[in-house]
């Protein structure tokens, strides 16, 4: 397979990550572990979104994207690194990014 084909699947692989990321993954780290979540409902994961970064190099630049398009309200400092969504980036080249 050539590498332009993994990276396909790779970024396939990485397309739903942002959903087990907000519904999964911070709601059992920040209600088992003491962080500044008063709880673990939507509201207070969003409310505490300013102590909260995503970062990645390589394919993990590319979760990062897909991290900062779908979960803004959840995470407020991002890192990515090395990498986008596209091959040839004319994907990210059409996105309309906002940051409040």
């Keep these: 397979m050539h590498d332009s084909a993994h990276y396909g699947l790779a970024l396939q692989l990485t397309d ?6 907000v519904n999964d993954l911070i709601p059992a780290v920040e209600g088992t ?3 500044y979540v008063e709880g673990i409902s939507a509201e207070e994961l969003e409310a505490s979104r300013g102590h909260r970064a995503f970062a990645g190099f390589s394919m993990g630049s590319a979760a990062t994207w ?3 398009q779908y979960c803004l309200d959840y995470f407020r400092y991002f890192l990515p690194s090395s ?3 596209t091959p040839d980036g004319a994907y990210m080249e059409s996105l309309s990014f906002y940051c409040c």
Excluded: K
């Excluded at 739903?16 to 990321?21: A, D, F, K, P």
């Design 33 to 35: 572990y003491s962080t």
């Design 83 to 85: 990498g986008n969504l």
């Design 66 to 68: 897909h991290t900062f």
């Design 16 to 21: 739903n990550y942002h959903n087990e990321l």
